[in-house]
């Protein structure tokens, strides 16, 4: 494969020191010790040989098992310098992480400087406006209607406190409107889904929306239908911030598109899928954050697909780091055809997407040849819709496929809180589909 993108100096440095410093001095590393051939070898195949840290490994060895025997957990908790947070989630999903904001904020910082308009506009003190679910971040209120001032923190506004945002209200959506033009964010801080289901109001009642200086979707994976549902009616930047609790930023969306990997702050693996899945420039990334004295964590499973840029060069001229075309999304979000083949989230919001009618879906895949399609639409007549979208599923899962449309008045979000584009009924193993 032809990579173009190069790693400074210090990031192989950085490598070296955090994988030395896990395997001599973290107890959760202690039994990856037999993995590595030792110093001789170049620090990329020592990271290689060694396995994935999973949610299950987290959650074995949490909290002692990640600090140095010598850190005192107790300690950072009671002067305030880290606390401990849960992931939401499905029992599979759900951990416990220790969270060290000093780190968090540099992290982010650094990620700003892979896009011109964030470097430009960020600078710590700008005011942010965040629409995402309270139970990721933010002051929840299910009951009562909490107003702005309850709902501002140092720099940021949050502008929903319903969990539920399927009960969204017109006058609650007003409100988001109102209150972005009295806060004028610099940043729009959103979850795609949400916003979408903002733009898709502010464009069906006929209204204008302040605009940021730049939008950055986060939290999910933003896939075409929320692009354009959003690009009605906001006309500033939009990039995608690609992180996660455990690793803080790891890829930023620059302003010619492409992603670039944080090289300040974490080393990233990537591991390709087998050729007939997509492979090799389509992979699972495995992330080791830098810096995070309190949580040492080593290449850890985010969960994610991602898809290597094969020109290795982006027209913004950054090239330190990997670079990524696209985030394909979670991988318990992807499915099969019938012939077994992987087929990512957003490989089918490509297809899809092209069917303008469509607002929201959720596709299940219930057995190896069956799907379910759940659709919400503005589109009066709904057997031409089930037509076209029978079409289009038959023509990426096969001929054969049985394919079944269930109208919605709307897609509920998963209890994370989270939508999930699609997935399978039934287990789908990543491992049996990587290259070994
Ligand atoms: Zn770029």
Redesign the pocket.
């Known amino acids: 494969m032809n990579q173009n993108w190069e790693f400074s100096l210090d990031y192989y440095q950085l490598s070296l020191d955090t994988l030395d410093t896990a395997l001599k001095t973290i107890p959760a590393y202690k039994s990856w010790r037999a993995y590595d051939p030792g110093i001789r070898y170049p620090v990329d195949t020592r990271y290689q040989v060694m396995p994935a840290l999973t949610k299950k490994d987290i959650r074995e060895y949490f909290p002692n098992g990640f600090v140095p025997p010598e850190v005192n957990i107790q300690r950072g908790l009671d002067s305030g310098e880290i606390s401990f947070v849960n992931t939401s989630g499905t029992t599979d999903d759900k951990v416990t992480n220790i969270w060290n904001q000093k780190w968090w904020d540099a992290s982010e910082r650094t990620s700003w400087k892979l896009n011109a308009h964030a470097s430009r506009l960020a600078t710590g003190e700008h005011p942010e406006a965040i629409l995402v679910n309270p139970l990721n971040v933010g002051i929840a209120s299910d009951t009562v209607d909490l107003p702005m001032t309850e709902r501002r923190l140092a720099r940021f506004l949050y502008l929903s406190e319903r969990t539920n945002y399927t009960a969204w209200t017109d006058q609650h959506m007003d409100r988001m409107i109102r209150e972005l033009a009295v806060f004028k964010p610099v940043i729009l801080e959103a979850n795609p889904s949400l916003l979408a289901k903002l733009s898709r109001y502010i464009y069906e009642s006929k209204q204008t929306v302040y605009q940021p200086g730049l939008i950055v979707l986060t939290y999910e994976n933003p896939t075409n239908l929320h692009y354009r549902q959003i690009r009605r009616v906001f006309s500033c930047p939009t990039c995608s911030s690609y992180g996660t609790t455990e690793t803080g930023y790891v890829f930023m969306q ?3 598109g ?1 992603f ?1 990997q944080n090289t300040e702050f974490c080393r990233v693996d990537f591991q390709p899928l087998k050729k007939e899945h997509g492979g090799p420039s389509l992979g699972r990334i495995l992330v080791t954050p830098f810096h995070n004295d309190w949580y040492h964590l080593l290449r850890f499973d985010v969960g994610d697909l991602v898809r290597l840029d094969t020109s290795g060069k ?3 001229g ?1 090239h330190n780091g990997m ?1 990524l075309s696209a985030t394909e999304g979670r991988v318990v979000n992807a499915t099969l055809t019938c012939a077994g083949r992987l087929v990512t989230s957003r490989e089918l919001d490509i297809k899809l997407s092209v069917i303008q009618a469509i607002d929201e879906y959720k596709l299940e895949q219930t057995t190896t040849n069956s799907y379910e399609l759940h659709l919400a639409s503005r589109e009066p007549d709904k057997p031409k819709l089930t037509a076209s979208v029978t079409s289009v599923l038959k023509g990426l899962y096969g001929k054969h496929a049985k394919i079944s449309v269930i109208h919605e008045d709307f897609i509920a979000p998963e209890v994370s809180g989270k939508y999930r584009l699609a997935k399978t009924l039934f287990p789908v193993n990543i491992e049996d589909y990587l290259e070994k």
Do not use: G, L, Q
């Open positions: 620059c302003e010619e492409k670039h982006c027209a913004c950054r670079i």
